[in-house]
């Protein structure tokens, strides 16, 4: 079954480390992004990427970067993890525009804790 | 720029109850408007468009351009319903499809 798995689910790590959250599918979506969920702010966008040619910010990219290694994965990383990053990270893909917005296919999420 | 409000962080009713969750949005163009939801130990999926102005699970979804609003509507609220729901904004000819989230509400549907 095309899927959107995320690693890991759940990540303990303390302020200062390098951490890297991953994001593979089985969709053949051309698009993946990467989201964080706070309680009471809903999901925002940190990174988006339509291939793997084309990276772009999303509004929240400060103290993030990610790296699309191939079609099927897209990795975010925080390259020093301080404890505001405490958050629910979400994955999703796309389908590409053609006349209509396809709907975005969510991974299970990673909980990340900065301590 | 845009953006998604939904004003009630809990909505809480009974059984066969109607239910209606509030999203406003603001954004100069044309949007499509969507909604999401995450039930339990579930992944976000989506529940509807308005493109599509269909009835899924039993709720619709009316854009109103000129209050620039996109309730979501279930005239007989089951416990199944019971979930986070998310309305969502995406920019019509904008640069891909790039959603603007609100803050999202969660139903409780009382037995």
């Known amino acids: 079954d095309a899927d959107v798995t995320q690693t890991p689910r759940n990540r303990i790590t303390k302020t200062g480390k390098r951490i890297m959250l991953e994001c593979s599918q089985t969709?053949?979506?051309?698009?993946m992004y990467w989201y964080r969920q706070d309680p009471g702010l809903g999901l925002r966008l940190i990174y988006y990427?339509?291939?793997?040619?084309?990276?772009n910010k999303g509004e929240i990219s400060d103290g993030y970067s990610v790296s699309r290694q191939a079609q099927a994965k897209f990795s975010l990383s925080l390259e020093s993890a301080i404890p505001n990053q405490t958050a629910l990270y979400f994955c999703?893909?796309?389908?590409?525009?053609?006349?209509?917005?396809?709907?975005?296919?969510f991974g299970p999420g990673t909980r990340l804790t900065v301590t | 720029a845009q953006r998604v409000t939904q004003p009630e962080k809990l909505l809480s009713v009974f059984k066969g109850a109607p239910v209606e969750l509030k999203c406003n949005y603001s954004?100069?163009?044309?949007?499509?408007l969507f909604w999401y939801v995450q039930y339990s130990r579930q992944r976000l999926q989506l529940l509807l468009r308005?493109?599509s102005r269909e009835s899924i699970k039993g709720f619709t979804a009316d854009l109103n351009k000129g209050e620039t609003s996109f309730h979501l509507k279930k005239p007989f609220a089951q416990e199944e319903d019971s979930a986070m729901y998310y309305c969502a904004l995406n920019r019509v000819k904008a640069a891909g499809n790039k959603l603007t989230f609100g803050g999202g509400t969660r139903v409780l549907v009382k037995p």
């Open positions: 999703a893909t796309s389908a590409p525009d053609r006349g209509q917005t396809y709907e975005q296919y």
């Open positions: 308005h493109i």
């Open positions: 954004y100069s163009g044309s949007p499509e």
């Open positions: 969709k053949g979506h051309d698009r």
């Open positions: 990427s339509f291939d793997v040619k084309d990276i």
